[in-house]
């Protein structure tokens, strides 16, 4: 599938437009967030299906996009989930993937790991793991994506994990 990029950020645009609008006239919050998120969930799956991956990556949404909230302001967390180090013809795909968020007007965060290095960084730090855990599958293959919760959720210390984040929002407040 062929897909002009000028025609996708014209897309987002109008869309963010018609949801300030409906915002303006409503003020209904939480329809701005969840609708903002499945907006953007439209946008990326299209433009994801445009590109030849191979079938053994995924696109997942994580953090505050993960769980569906997407304020206007906020960048658009995703973590590109492999399950092996990519070709170099991969990489160069997932490359320009990424350049055409930027050039869609989507400000994104993102991350390109195996499931073996999400599990190492989010035992480093809470706030990945925080945000991995509220990761939502996007498209691509969902069975390796399945399998990541599966193993990041195994890995989880509840009592460790509630403990760190009891001593993060100490530190921040």
């Known amino acids: 599938m062929n897909i002009d990029i000028g025609v996708l950020r014209n897309e987002v645009r109008q869309r963010q437009a018609a949801l300030a ?46 769980r569906g909230e997407l304020y206007p302001a906020s960048d658009i967390d995703l973590l590109i989930l492999l399950a092996q180090a990519p070709s170099a013809a991969t990489q ?15 400000e994104i965060g993102h991350s390109v ?24 599958f996007l498209a691509g293959n969902e069975k390796l994506f399945t399998t990541f919760r599966k193993r990041l959720f195994g890995n989880l210390d509840p009592q460790q994990f509630c403990e760190a984040t009891r001593l993060e929002q100490k530190v921040c407040y």
């Open 21 to 66: 609008e409906r915002y303006l006239q409503d003020n209904d919050a939480e329809h701005l967030l969840l609708q903002r998120s499945a907006d953007v969930d439209d946008i990326l799956q299209r433009l994801w299906d445009s590109f030849d991956f191979p079938a053994s990556i995924a696109l997942a949404a994580v953090g505050g996009y993960g």
């Open 113 to 136: 790991r195996t499931i073996a290095e999400c599990l190492d960084e989010a035992a480093k730090d809470i706030t990945v793991q925080t945000a991995l855990l509220e990761a939502r």
């Open 92 to 106: 160069t795909n997932l490359e320009r993937l990424v350049g055409h968020f930027w050039d869609i007007g989507l």
